[in-house]
């Protein structure tokens, strides 16, 4: 009788969507012993994952019927419901019992639906959205929020674990990309806050250095100021320091933003500053800052984007 190890490495898994975050999470499973069939849309994304091992697959419909498990990171709900639900597509292909982990970050509505026909079919399914940025999938660091059955949650977690460093099961189907809109409304917020406060001071003539020491180990301390900070020098790892090259992209968080106002908004819950973040990021990227680390936002709001 084969150990769980055993049966684990040679599971053959399909992942869909080799882009900037899929490609380097399949290449982490192919590390770890799996047989990865890739797929994508993108000819250069398909190279490179067999330029590292991973074996390409002809069609959606020919990765479904060979994956035990199967993985997407796709870029909103109508992808996702097309290559799950559409004709010829993963729950016309995939055998019964076959596990799928959808990481795109979509809404609500669209994941619980993708789950249940999944679960109608006979598969298991979490909805596992991602933060970590691009670093973090390589370096297989990443945060998983996962939305799904305690039976599905526990066949994932054995996957995620290759992909991530911390794992977390948020509750039933859709949880997952709840988590995931609410976390990232809180960092849009943040971040327009913390670049808020050091525009301000540039005006007060405050140093930039000085504001970090104090307000780092004070009561101004979060993420967006003491990981992330959004202006040159305190933080040498930021991506103010690279120019704002993004880790992610200005685009992405306008994109999750929108999410959350939209579950906000068929919720009946009120995020009047989610809001105006929303509004802020779209102001910003369509000043042309969409390809900008979303703390660019900072030059946005001095006047200089």
Known sequence: MKSLWEETIMSTIGFIGLGNMGGPMAINLVKAGHKVLGFDLSDAAMAAHEAEGGEKAGSVADLAAAADVIVTMLPAGKHVRQIYEGEGGIL???????????????DVDSARAVSAA????GMKMVDAPVSGGVAGAAGGT?????????EAFEA????????????????????????????????????????????????LGLDKQKLFDISSTASGQCWSLTS?????????????????????????????LKLAQE?????????????EAAA?????????????????????????S
Do not use: W
Request: proline share 6%; charged share 15%; aromatic share 6%.
């Open 156 to 203: 994932a977690k054995t996957y995620l674990d290759i992909m991530g460093k911390t794992i977390v099961h948020a509750g039933d189907a859709g949880t997952g990309q709840a988590a995931k809109i609410c976390n990232n409304m809180i960092l849009g917020i943040s971040m327009i806050a913390v670049s808020e406060a050091f525009v301000l001071a540039e005006k």
């Open 228 to 256: 992330y900070c959004p202006v040159p020098g305190p933080l040498p790892s930021s991506p103010a320091n690279r120019d704002y090259q993004p880790g992610f992209a200005a685009a992405m968080m306008l994109k999750d």
């Open 280 to 304: 802020l990021y779209s102001l910003f990227c369509n000043s042309g800052g969409e390809a900008q680390d979303f703390s660019g936002i900072v030059k946005f709001l001095r006047g200089t």
């Open 92 to 106: 016309d292909n995939a055998k019964p019992g076959t596990l799928m982990i959808d990481s795109s970050t979509i």
């Open 118 to 121: 999944a679960e109608a079919r």
């Open 263 to 275: 579950a906000a908004n068929s919720a009946g819950a009120a995020t009047p500053l989610g809001a």
């Open 142 to 150: 990443l945060t998983f929020m996962v939305g799904g059955s305690a």
